[in-house]
């Protein structure tokens, strides 16, 4: 058998100073950051008031309710919880499609092939960054504010917290469309407005029915959350019964939301594929 | 300059013009369809959720004189015009801030190294054994889809009020969240580099440990750092529950009608996610490379 010729190790490391030889903190980085992460972890863990002892009584009674939660029984309430359902639903559907409304026209706003003027787009696209960073719930409490308690204020808080999604989604969906369709619009002489309709719309509107499905799916978990501070749906039943410890109520209100949300996710997916083709997911 | 157009025979004509007619008359008439059934879906929705047109144009005012108020002082004036009357509060909010992003960051990483266990159970290509597989799977999706905040509302009983309910519920939802999107991306690996290994007589871990992880330890830690950022989101109003963070001063505040709090602590939030998102944005360009992995 033959042998491998011995490796010229000095010739390799004369060639290749950078892989032999590098520097000490190229070394460090990675097992220093790596310590730093698990030093604030632990630092978390001790500062958030862990302690082996909470744990184990908090598993204890954790247990027992899982055991309480056995079997899930709706007892008389079950067409109150289906009403409470349809409620929720109902929040999804309509808020999502508000947003989308209103969404469009300001995507428009904030897509460069459109505004190229960076002093338009900018505060536009802070305006609905900031809109996206305040969390469902809170838009929630501010609405029960303005409406009142109810589900109408559960709609309004999916809608506005949804349109600062939307407006970036379709504005970015508006920038990555074909250029030369809207040239020839224009070369056949329509003006701006017919440029968007006849030369944008056609490109973007499905990749925007995907986007509008998609955020009905996620948004019938939103709305299953957002009755919780008081804004309608299955959620406020949910707390509720989590309150007065009624576990059995509390897995069914659970088994219901699970099985609302697969059935949304199959029928929206199977719409998806309908209108934009099996090849682009979003 | 004159072009000669070719004009079919009008009876060829009329029946290309026939077929064409027909073929967006079907068109038109589905989109009419999906039209007419979708405004009939939303006319039962807006029943369903008592959509009052006239409350919220009698309310509508509110909402702006609402945003009116909470950038008013008590003394009237407006809020940038005494920054340090409008912040008295900063130190504690950014102690509550503070503990927001402790949470989201231990129930992250717990929920990341949990997901990092399952996910090789539950991908298609590396499960050792189908019953298994399916267990895991179902698992996620229960810790997925029932909202992190339900989890909160369950934990705050077991175990007390304070933030370590909120730890565990998004830790609970974190290990759902991504451990579907790490086992979607294992089964996307090339398997090449596993029958390789395989080859040499190596068990199931160093198969995983030296053909897979290579192909996945960029993607899970974009995917981590991006849940970080959610998880931030989620955390901010895991207060509203007991659970933690900055959300019971802000319900208190909103519920109190202490209008000018509700804007400083509302603008401290926008910030921090604001600080949060650049801050892994710019570790994931650290890490990848811009625009390997958005």
Redesign the interface.
Known sequence: MSRLPAPDTEGLQARHPGVFDRPLSARLATPLMLLG?VA??A???V????SPA??L??MH??GW?TMMMIPPDPGSSLPLYLKAL??T???A??GT?LAALFALPVSLLAARNIVPSNIFRFPVRRFL??IR???T??WA???I????L???A???AIAMSDFGAFGKLFSEAIEGADQKQVEGIRASGGNALQEIRFGLMPQVLPVIAGQVLYFIESNT??A??IG??GA?GI?LQ??EQ?RV?EWQK?SFL?LM??VA??AIDWISSKLRFAIIGRRAIV | MTVAVSILPSQQLAALNETYRKAVARKRLRIALGAAVFFAALLVASVGAEVNLRTFFTYLGNFASYFDRILKLDNGSRVWTDIGEWLWGWRKWSFYLGETILISYVGTVSGAVLAFGLNFLAAENTAPAPWLRIVVKRLMEICRTVPDIVFALIFVIAFGLGPMAGVLAIAIHTIGALGKQYSEMVENIDMKPVEGVRCTGAGWISCMRFAVWQQVAAGFASYTLLRFEINVRGASVMGFVGAGGIGQELLVAIRKFYYSDVSAILLMIILTVFVIDIGTGWIRGRLFGRGRHT
Do not use: C, K, Y
């Open positions: 992460a604030i972890f630092f978390g863990l500062h958030l008031g862990f909470r744990m009584a908090g009674q954790l309710i349809g409620e639903l109902s929040i559907l309509l499609t960054d900031s960073g305040v969390d719930l809170i409490l501010v609405w504010n303005v409406v009142g109810g589900p109408f559960g709609v309004l978990r939103s299953t959350i919780i501070v309608g959620g949910l707390a989590i410890l509390v659970i939301i699970l949300v697969a």
